[in-house]
Every structure is written in structure tokens, then in C-alpha cells.
T-cell receptor, first 112, second 111 residues
Framework: AQKITQTQPGMFVQEKEAVTLDCTYD???????LFWYKQPSSGEMIFLIY??????QNATEGRYSLNFQKARKSANLVISASQLGDSAMYFC?????????FGKGTRLSVIA | SQTIHQWPATLVQPVGSPLSLECTVE??????LYWYRQAAGRGLQLLFY??????ISSEVPQNLSASRPQDRQFILSSKKLLLSDSGFYLC??????????FGSGTQLSVL
């Protein structure tokens, strides 16, 4: 079974609008961490945001926020006020007592 | 501050030729080190990770190997490349939360 599921292969959003990228995970561990990375066309992997399983508040980093619903095992990334430079692949990842496992990614395209 | 260097950026190799990709980390000691591969349009697949010199864990059986001859050096190798080895290879190190910091990647094309 997949540990990380990203059901949206591609998403479009209008510039300045908000967008939610979905991520669900599968674990039986109580302690785990969830990450989101951005990969622009250059290929580099850029860390965006982190949520620990014991964190009670949703993580936020500037225009990025993580909608963490523990009971549903979801960790959706919300990008507010989209910019053209947000066009990229976005990967959700999870660590248990293991190295990070990545989802297949969502390609976000921001339209002017 | 910590930096990670990975080279070369691109590589074109014939089938059956050897491979050596190198990764070095600066500004930290005893890091956990990782090699991931990304096939075109796909997610990242963990190939190897290392928690110390000479300690290598392999996640996927294949004709690739990894070595860690020094604390901050991680090498990915192959004796004979296959067409299926083509992809984007990323080296990374992790902090205590296992947040990964990635190198700039190597695009390998096996022809």
C-alpha cells in the first residue's frame, strides 16, 4: 500500500487565487512528520513546510499553510495568493522511523 | 551554514559503462545521507541511505551501489549501466527532524 497518496496529477489556479493540494498518508505510528517540497523546472527540491504529528496547530510558512487533519490522515498544502513563480511540481512526504517517503507529486500551473 | 554539492549536473553514458556520482556536504558533521532517483514525471524513489562512514542501507535491489568513504562524502556507483538507470539523481542530507536538504541533482541519460 502506498504510504503517501497525491490524487491530483495536475492543478490549475488563477494568479492571486488560493489553491489546495491534497495529500493523504498511511501510518500506524504515533510519531511521524509530514513535509511538502516544491520542485521547479530546474529540478531542485525546495523545502516548504513541516508538520509534526504531535503539533496541535497547523503549520504556516508565509503563503504556505498545512491543513493537518490527523483523524482523516490528510495533510493538504494551501498556497494563498498564487504567483506565476509557484508553477512547479509539489511533493508531499512522510517520515516515520524511516527516511522520507514521497508521493508522486502534483503539477501546479498558475495562470495569469 | 550547511551546503551540499553534487556533480556532475548532467551526464550521458552508453549502456554498459561505469558510473560514479559524487556528493559532499559542508557545515555539518555525521549527517544522514541519501540517494534518491526520480524517473521522468514521477516521484522520488529512495535508493540508499547512510547513517555513518561505511554504513549503507539499500532500499531497492538493482545494479547500483553506494559508498561513504568519508563522513561527508557519499558516492553512487555502477559497474555497468542499464537503460533503466536513466533518471534524475538527487543526493540529500537530513537534520534531526529528518528534514531533507537536497543537492542540485544529476540528470543521467543512458543511451
Amino acid at each position: 500500500a502506498q504510504k503517501i497518496t497525491q490524487t491530483q496529477p495536475g492543478m490549475f489556479v488563477q494568479e492571486k487565487e488560493a489553491v489546495t493540494l491534497d495529500c493523504t498518508y498511511d501510518t500506524s505510528d504515533q510519531s511521524y512528520g509530514l513535509f511538502w517540497y516544491k520542485q521547479p523546472s530546474s529540478g531542485e527540491m525546495i523545502f516548504l513546510i513541516y508538520q509534526g504529528s504531535y503539533d496541535e496547530q497547523n503549520a504556516t510558512e508565509g503563503r504556505y499553510s498545512l491543513n493537518f487533519q490527523k483523524a482523516r490522515k490528510s495533510a493538504n498544502l494551501v498556497i494563498s495568493a498564487s504567483q506565476l513563480g509557484d508553477s512547479a511540481m509539489y511533493f508531499c512526504a512522510m517520515r516515520e522511523n524511516t527516511p522520507l517517503v514521497f508521493g508522486k507529486g502534483t503539477r501546479l500551473s498558475v495562470i495569469a | 551554514s550547511q551546503t551540499i554539492h553534487q556533480w556532475p549536473a548532467t551526464l550521458v553514458q552508453p549502456v554498459g559503462s561505469p558510473l560514479s556520482l559524487e556528493c559532499t556536504v559542508e557545515g555539518t558533521s555525521n549527517p544522514n545521507l541519501y540517494w534518491y532517483r526520480q524517473a521522468a514525471g514521477r516521484g522520488l524513489q529512495l535508493l540508499f541511505y547512510s547513517v555513518g562512514i561505511g554504513q549503507i542501507s539499500s532500499e531497492v535491489p538493482q545494479n547500483l551501489s553506494a559508498s561513504r568513504p568519508q563522513d561527508r562524502q557519499f558516492i553512487l556507483s555502477s559497474k555497468k549501466l542499464l537503460l533503466s538507470d536513466s533518471g534524475f539523481y538527487l543526493c540529500a542530507w537530513s537534520d534531526v527532524r529528518r528534514k531533507l536538504f537536497f543537492g542540485s541533482g544529476t540528470q543521467l541519460s543512458v543511451l
